[in-house]
């Protein structure tokens, strides 16, 4: 089914409608956002529209039972654990949990198919975004203007097309940053996007879009996702449908793979040998250090701060690195998933590790999981709004008529054939 018909006037003359997709965007912005974006304030924003949206009904669903006793059993965690307790990050990180459960709440209460609607609205013009801001470096670039943020240096133009130099001398094309901190980042959501048009909106141009956009930004992990995404998609392809469908889903294949494997193989080879390969020495360090972290407090973890994690790292550093000391010393993790359990031990990291894989905002669990966990193995990002209402999800308790295995589930899930439906009035419960 293809998207052409959304009513977009309609849902756009929708102040919840619109409220909603900011609060969305507003989560996407402090979960790898630039550090231009003031956490705090847009924490409270995002809480202050989820709250007028819902009618300043406050986790009141039914269905948030189980999510909540998690919450408290990392609250107790976090009061039991060895050592002494930050209040200021104790109130800094259940804020984005309450933020993440507010948004949540906001898709319980919406008709079918609205988080994949409004993922639309907002990822198409980030893809866009990416690939134009490309262009426009590589033929106006006299144009852009230097932004310090912190001690990054970025190029931007009109605050919207943004880039920044991550190695001199690595590569003739830039790599666009969106208005996340790194190209990295920018990937996770555009392979979303992907992921979107070929399993929900299922339309080829917007299929063609999010993959040049993923390429723009030349992240391994990014092209890793995206050949993973257009692998299963084809797969699909294949074993279903008529023989044209097939004979054309292989010519497609057949087209795409030599320039994407080349990309791939270059990329990898840029950051093992080349000029990059201080990325590949830096995620190695997190990855091997976090672990040694892991091993050493295994039940209760470190907590989230992060003078405990550096403390830690001195001590428990993966001592063969190439990384100079002034590299290592004050480093703080990129590797979300070992942060995950040195910071809340194996037992509570297995359950949040769970909720990867068993999210229901998408139908397609273990590809969702697979997307999530490889960009989280080079982003320290699952404790953000964003990716906590994904994660969260897994853990609401669904109708005794929906548990059954392959049962369809709540009613914000998307569905294909409800992209194409006239939204109707949001059905509350209680």
């Known amino acids: 089914m293809f ?8 849902v756009l003359s929708d102040r919840h409608v619109f409220a909603r997709r900011l609060a969305l965007f507003l989560s996407m912005l402090i979960s790898g956002g630039m550090l231009l974006f003031p956490r705090e304030p847009i924490l409270l924003l995002i809480m202050a529209l989820c709250l007028m949206i819902t009618s300043i009904r406050l986790l009141t669903h039914r269905h948030m039972f189980a999510l909540l006793i998690l919450l408290a059993v990392l609250l107790v965690v976090t009061l039991v ?11 800094s990180r259940f804020a984005n949990y309450l933020a993440a459960l507010l948004l949540l709440q906001c898709y319980l209460s919406a008709p079918a198919g609205s988080l994949a609607r409004d993922l639309r609205v907002l990822l198409q013009p980030m893809a866009w975004q990416a690939i134009v801001t490309v262009l426009l470096a590589h033929t106006v670039g006299v144009l852009f203007t230097p932004l310090a943020i912190g001690e990054q240096q970025y190029l931007t133009l009109l605050g919207l097309f943004n880039y920044h130099i991550i190695v001199d001398g690595l590569t003739s094309l830039i790599r666009p940053d969106g208005f996340f901190f790194e190209p990295g980042v920018f990937q996770i959501y555009l392979n979303l996007y992907l992921y979107l048009a070929l399993f929900v909106l299922r339309q080829r141009l917007q299929v063609v879009l999010a993959v040049l956009a993923v390429l723009s ?9 995206c050949l993973l ?14 023989l044209r469908r097939r004979a054309a889903a292989a010519a497609i294949a057949l087209v795409l793979a030599p320039p994407m494997l080349y990309l791939g193989y270059d990329n990898i080879t840029e950051k093992l040998f080349g000029a990059a390969q201080g990325s590949s020495w830096a995620r190695e360090y997190d990855l091997l250090t976090g672990m040694n972290i892991v091993v050493e407090n295994p039940l209760l973890g470190i907590g989230f701060e992060v003078d405990r994690y550096l403390a830690a790292s001195g001590r428990f550093g993966f001592a063969d690195t190439l990384l100079t000391m002034a590299q290592s010393q004050e480093r703080p993790t990129s590797n979300g998933l070992v942060q995950l359990f ?12 769970f909720g990867l894989f068993r999210q229901k905002l998408f139908r397609h669990r273990t590809l969702i999981g697979l997307w999530l966990t490889l960009s989280l193995f080079g982003e ?16 609401l308790v669904l109708p005794a008529t929906r548990r059954a295995w392959g049962a369809p589930v709540h009613q914000f899930v998307a569905q294909p054939e409800q992209l194409v439906q006239p939204v109707r009035p949001a059905q509350r419960t209680s």
């Open 3 to 10: 998207i052409e018909s959304f009513p977009d006037i309609k």
């Open 81 to 91: 654990r060895p050592g002494p307790v930050s209040v200021a990050s104790l109130v």
């Open 217 to 225: 930004t030349q992240s391994t992990t990014g092209m890793v996702i």
């Open 229 to 242: 995404l257009l692998g299963t998609a084809l797969f699909k392809h294949l074993a279903v449908g008529t």
């Open 342 to 353: 040195y910071s809340l031990g194996i037992p509570l990291g297995l359950v949040f590790a």
């Open 380 to 395: 320290a990002l699952l404790f953000t709004p964003f990716f906590l209402l994904i994660v969260f999800s897994a853990f």
